[in-house]
């Protein structure tokens, strides 16, 4: 099944887990913004030393090992953009993206309020993509009707379409909110990784990856 294929592309980010996707001309991780050990500095003129994490990357399943740069962080959604840090630790980031399958950002939604379509998460042991339903009334995704219970451990996971594209971030596990919300990455990700030429085009316009128009925007 196609959609296995994309077990490759999620991995280990600190206490949870991140996916890796292509924009801004590089390979980034986008995962749960609680996630991260500690929230970077908000004044502008830190560098990346002071956004710098490590070791935080890993494969699926094995202890942190490479370091990472954030490149956005929204703790209200709860969401993170990672990239590559500087040297000394820019080859092990580099070798971990090389492994990694690039999921896909789901294109324009015909319906942005009140919408649903049926999804997949990746299981907390990381063998298969179970069954659940998402919907949105025009803001966070919730998730219903899984096959499986949804852990802290998938934290930063991402929740995909039948088709495998990437629409959302788990973020939450806790009872009674198991279901969401949880960060829609058309509503919650920078505009300047969502206009990247390698993303669909939000209006709608023709352009390379396009993805199934019902997908969660």
């Not at 801004?24 to 500095?41: D, K, M, Q, S, Y």
């Not at 179970?130 to 998730?143: D, E, M, N, S």
């Not at 629409?167 to 990455?185: F, H, M, S, Y």
């Not at 919650?188 to 993303?199: A, E, I, K, T």
Request: charged content about 20%; overall charge neutral.
């Amino acid at each position: 099944m196609i959609i296995e294929m994309l077990t490759a592309g999620v991995i280990t980010a600190g206490s949870g887990r991140g996916f890796v996707v292509d924009g801004a001309g590089e390979r980034l991780v986008i995962t749960a913004a609680h996630c991260l050990p500690f929230l970077p500095p908000a004044q502008s003129f830190f560098g990346p030393k002071e956004r710098a994490y490590g070791p935080l990357l890993a494969p699926l399943g094995d202890e942190p090992r490479a370091w990472a740069v954030c490149r956005f962080i929204d703790p209200i959604a709860d969401i993170a953009v990672l990239g590559s840090p500087d040297n000394p630790h820019a080859d092990e980031y580099k070798a971990l993206m090389e492994t990694a399958t690039a999921l896909s950002i789901a294109g324009a939604l015909r319906n942005p309020v009140n919408f649903w379509v049926p999804g997949r998460l990746l299981s907390l042991d990381g063998r298969r993509w179970f069954c659940c339903t998402v919907r949105h009334f025009g803001g966070p995704l919730w998730i219903t009707h899984a096959a499986e219970g949804i852990r802290s451990e998938m934290s930063g996971s991402p929740i995909v379409t039948e088709i495998g594209t990437a629409i959302g971030v788990v973020c939450t596990a806790a009872a009674p909110w198991e279901g969401g919300p949880n960060p829609r990455l058309t509503h919650n990700l920078p505009g300047w990784l969502l206009r990247d030429p390698s993303c669909p085009d939000p209006n709608g316009a023709a352009g390379p990856r396009r993805d199934d128009s019902r997908a969660c925007r």
